[in-house]
């Protein structure tokens, strides 16, 4: 951003977090509908929601681009930073981040009892504290809040039925806003510090915050867009990108529209062996704009990385192959947690001194300044940490967790997303997630093999909230932790600096967000008993409210009755990881040591997880994009380059969200409408 247009103007005043508000209710509002009603192409879907970029392009462009052009007050890079953090952060909730799972992880259960009676000997064992589920009656498998859930409150039901739906689910509301929030201070505070160590310290790339800001960057006084966005080269990209995208989604509607294809098919040439060996999605591939220009603003070795590893994982699949042996999916769990251990252990490492800085800062009384951050001090980010942590495990504790097991699902999930937030900074993925997680671990340290001679209360209870809570987010791809570390970071280019204010905003909008997100996921739910479009599938978001509930229960039922042993806990098992935790070890020293080693270890940690599979080539496209206009023309070629990337991006987003809008439209006016996605998915 340039210094020079800094404004007079605070960046958090009452339009700015009045615009950030109404982004806040709009995409909250409006993402359940569109996602498991419509079963339409996500708004948000990963770490560049695509309701937030279309949200400030419309304020950039139909708001702001008046103002600016005629000088009548507009908006300036600071306000629409703090416009953009709010409705960044508050699309954690709406989706997989929070409310794909957790509505349906409360009734889902209890709907698992109609098909296993005996799960309900589970629920009496663990004694669970009656704000726990939403409020039933005695015969809770038939009570109605169950039952409609999975189908519909009857259309001629009186509002009475409506009012006591809503009352029903106060309880959890209020009671799980407890964990909820606690757990939102600590992914903040931690964010604030590892985003402050990476951009300051270690110079982090953050592709997504890169084409965030250009987005967001003030235009000079008189003009309509900003450089970048009235840049010739940025206009027929996205141009260009739209038109095929056009073409592709009319050719839904209308088969006679000649589609250009993104995809490519190698499945032929890969008949024999030892290539019959190699994973299906590496012999063919679908081609996403949108990732080939994030990958274009990541550092070359990170790019080069995550493609050139899923093509040498190939070689050892084939190896496997010619001697009759295959690498299961428990396998790349072992080798995934072992590499997501030693990938932890060098975030620590690099910034080892802040972070003991930091922690020195919370309880010792330390010489030098500490308000170089944008939002906050570094103390009080530990201390929101620090304290956010200890009430999440206590929440868990009186959910029948044995401290062990709440110690061990906090820590694993905040520091799995701290992870994958270093996985985005460098890389700009537009999902990451894990292979494994919290309830895969689960499973090797709480065992209970003779459940009738060893049996407490505990030993179900850390499996059932393992998988309830670890399963509600073993998939999110829209992380809390992602959207806050970009926040931290286009708050530090802000030309004027939030401070704790916009700490405030970001509260207020997780606060609005979760009332808003809760009324319209709870409104599909009870108002639709099957989706709209061509597949008509029931119930709603089907795959998570039939598989979760089935997942947890399975496990909590096998702990209780037959114990809980994992068939892979070996010493076989225990190399693998071990062998993963090395190998990722070798390579963070090695590209820590020496500039011309060309692996990171991100690019194995990431090998086997479901994003991947889908835009490995995409990635591959971006970094011989890049490499080949920096042997071409420098870094001036690199520079001018850089708006057609952003085309490239924009242009994706721009054209889902309008199939999306279009989708939506077409649905109000009861006509017939195709589900247009171009995104890439993460594993739903």
């Known amino acids: 951003m340039d210094q020079s247009l800094a404004p007079k103007r605070a960046a958090v005043n009452v339009r700015s977090v009045g615009l950030g508000l109404l982004g806040v209710i709009l995409v909250c509002a409006i993402a359940p509908f569109n996602d498991y009603v419509l079963n339409n192409s996500v708004f948000i879907g990963g770490s560049l929601p695509v309701a937030s970029v279309l949200y400030l392009f419309a304020l950039a462009v139909l708001v702001n681009g008046p103002l600016n052009k005629w000088g009548a007050s507009p908006l300036t ?35 698992y009892v109609n098909e296993k009676p005996e799960v309900a000997k589970i629920f009496d064992k663990l004694h669970l504290p009656d704000w726990f589920w939403p409020t039933m009656g005695e015969n809770r498998p038939a009570d109605p809040i ?33 964990f909820l929030g606690a757990i939102a201070m600590a992914v903040i505070g931690l964010s604030l510090i590892v985003a402050k160590q990476w951009t ?12 965030q800001m250009s987005l967001i960057e003030q235009p000079k006084p008189g003009r309509w867009l900003n450089e970048t966005l009235r840049s010739p080269s940025f206009i027929w990209t996205v141009l260009a990108v739209l038109v095929i995208r056009l073409l592709q989604g009319l050719n839904q509607y209308f088969p006679s529209v000649p589609a250009v294809p993104l ?3 190698l499945g032929s040439l890969f008949q024999d062996a030892p290539f019959s060996f190699v994973d299906t999605w590496v012999r063919n591939s679908d081609i996403y704009f949108l990732v080939v220009g994030l990958s274009f603003f990541a550092a070359s070795r990170i790019s080069f990385s995550l493609w050139a590893c899923m093509i040498l994982i190939q070689f050892v699949n084939m190896t496997l192959g010619s001697v009759q042996m295959e690498m299961t999916n428990a396998h790349r769990r072992d080798f995934n947690l072992g590499s997501l251990i030693a990938f932890a252990g060098m975030i620590l490492w690099t910034g080892r ?11 010792l009384v330390v010489r030098g300044r500490d308000d170089t951050d944008a939002i906050t001090s570094m103390r009080m980010a530990g201390w929101m940490a620090m304290i956010g942590s200890v009430i999440a495990i206590i929440w868990l504790m009186q959910c029948q967790m044995s401290l062990a097991g709440a110690i061990m699902l906090v820590v694993g999930l905040l520091g799995t997303w701290v992870v994958m937030a270093n996985v985005v900074a460098h890389s700009g993925l537009p999902t990451a997630y894990t292979l494994s997680g919290p309830r895969e671990w689960s499973l090797w340290v709480f065992q209970n093999a003779d459940p009738v001679k060893n049996y407490a209360v505990t030993d179900v209870g850390n499996q059932f909230m393992m998988q309830k809570i670890g399963g509600m987010w073993a998939y999110a791809s829209d992380q809390l932790g992602v959207y806050a570390t970009h926040s931290a970071r286009l708050a530090q280019d802000a030309p004027a600096r939030p401070g704790r204010k916009l700490l405030l905003a970001i509260v207020l909008s997780l606060l609005v967000g979760f009332a808003v997100s809760q009324v319209s996921t709870l409104f599909v739910y009870y ?42 806990l070996t010493v076989e098992a225990a190399s693998r990881t071990i062998g993963a935790g090395i190998v990722t070890g070798l390579l963070a020293v090695l590209q820590l040591r020496y500039n011309w080693w060309p692996l990171h270890p991100i690019g194995f940690l990431m090998v086997f997880s479901f994003s991947m599979k889908r835009v490995w080539f995409s990635i591959f496209l971006g970094w011989l994009l890049k490499v080949m206009v920096v042997r071409l023309g420098g870094g001036k070629l ?14 994706d987003v721009l054209a889902s969200g309008g199939f999306g809008l279009a989708a939506i439209v077409l649905n109000l006016l009861g006509m017939s409408f195709k589900s247009i996605k171009f995104m890439p998915v993460s594993q739903f």
């Not at 108002?527 to 597949?535: C, I």
């Not at 978001?541 to 909590?556: D, F, I, L, R």
């Open 263 to 265: 995809r490519f098919d």
């Open 200 to 211: 300051l310290n270690e110079r982090v790339a953050f592709p997504i915050a890169q084409v």
């Open 146 to 178: 169950v039952s409609t859930f999975y189908s519909r409150i009857d259309p001629a039901a009186p509002w009475s039925v409506w009012r006591d739906t809503w009352l029903a689910w106060l309880p959890p509301t209020i009671g799980w806003g407890v």
């Open 353 to 363: 001194i802040f972070y003991w800085d930091t922690i020195k800062r919370m309880f």
């Open 77 to 111: 890079s600071s306000e629409m930073m703090v416009i953009l953090v709010m409705v960044l952060v508050a699309c954690c909730i709406p989706t997989s981040g929070l409310m794909r799972f957790w509505p349906a992880s409360l009734i889902g259960p209890w709907n």
């Open 527 to 568: 108002k639709f008993s099957a989706t709209l479009d061509e597949k008509n599938e029931a119930p709603l978001n089907k795959e998570v409210v039939e598989g979760q509930p089935y997942w947890t229960m399975s496990h909590a039922l096998r702990t209780h009755k037959d114990g809980l042993a994992r068939d892979s």
């Open 638 to 651: 690199l520079n001018a380059a850089r708006p057609i990337a952003i085309g490239l991006i924009l242009g």
